[in-house]
């Protein structure tokens, strides 16, 4: 499984902008990038996923770099409820089922 | 419309018993997951069913773990002669491959407990 590498934590303040990195050199050409996060005592929560184009959503911003080696997930305006561990992914699109492979993520810590 | 949902969310046992969880995955989807998620860590992947059939199971998941799918809608986990070293929250995903790009979406989960 391709890896993906990301910073053990992050910190931002409420109303701030939050661009959470993530590397994944060895991405190949059928590897879609999957964001999710986890809060407290919860379930993984899909955020956002894309392939080559930067994707927008309701939740968050995908800008990937143009090689694919590497991905930003932005946070236009951080609340205290997104305080989380955000997990960057690598899944194949081969048109089978594929396991999602988690990494330690980064976690995400929002204050006043 | 409702989202993945798991069965009991908490579970305390003693070593030695047996226990059950269920996950219902959202209706249209034919695709379900189960992971392990212990303390500090990311979910590990257990197994999945395209519906009814078991196609790929882990390492991780030893000979006392065993996963149904009977019908191709619900799923059961059952963990025999549970040790301390399953404590952890098993985490039920589904998703279907024309629905979202096959997204998968992951229920609150049950938090085993095995003193």
């Known amino acids: 499984d391709a890896k993906t590498t990301q910073p053990n934590s992050m910190e931002s303040n409420e109303e701030e902008p939050v661009h959470l990195p993530c590397n994944h050199s060895?991405?190949?050409?059928?590897?879609?990038i999957h964001w999710y996060r986890q809060l407290p005592s919860q379930g993984p929560e899909y955020v956002i996923h894309g392939l080559t184009s930067n994707v927008n959503n309701r939740m968050a911003s995908l800008a990937i770099a143009e090689d694919r080696k590497s991905s930003t997930l932005i946070l236009h305006r951080a609340t205290l409820r997104d305080a989380a561990v955000y997990y960057c992914?690598?899944?194949?699109?081969?048109?089978?089922?594929?396991?999602?492979?988690f990494g330690t993520g980064t976690r995400l810590q929002v204050t006043l | 419309d409702t989202g993945v949902s798991q069965n009991p969310r908490h579970k305390i046992t003693k070593r030695g018993q047996n226990v059950t969880f269920r996950c219902d995955p959202i209706s249209e989807h034919n695709r379900l997951y189960w992971y392990r998620q212990t303390l500090g860590q990311g979910p590990e992947f257990l197994t999945y069913?395209?519906?009814?059939?078991?196609?790929?199971k882990s390492r991780l998941l030893s000979d006392r773990f065993s996963a149904e799918r009977p019908k191709g809608s619900f799923s059961t986990l059952e963990i025999q002669r549970t040790e301390q070293g399953d404590s952890a929250m098993y985490l039920c995903a589904s998703s279907h491959p024309r629905v979202d790009q096959d997204t998968q979406y992951f229920g609150p989960g049950t938090r085993l407990t095995v003193l």
């Open positions: 060895t991405i190949s050409g059928t590897d879609y």
């Open positions: 069913f395209q519906n009814e059939a078991q196609l790929e």
């Open positions: 992914i690598l899944r194949e699109n081969t048109g089978t089922a594929s396991k999602l492979t």
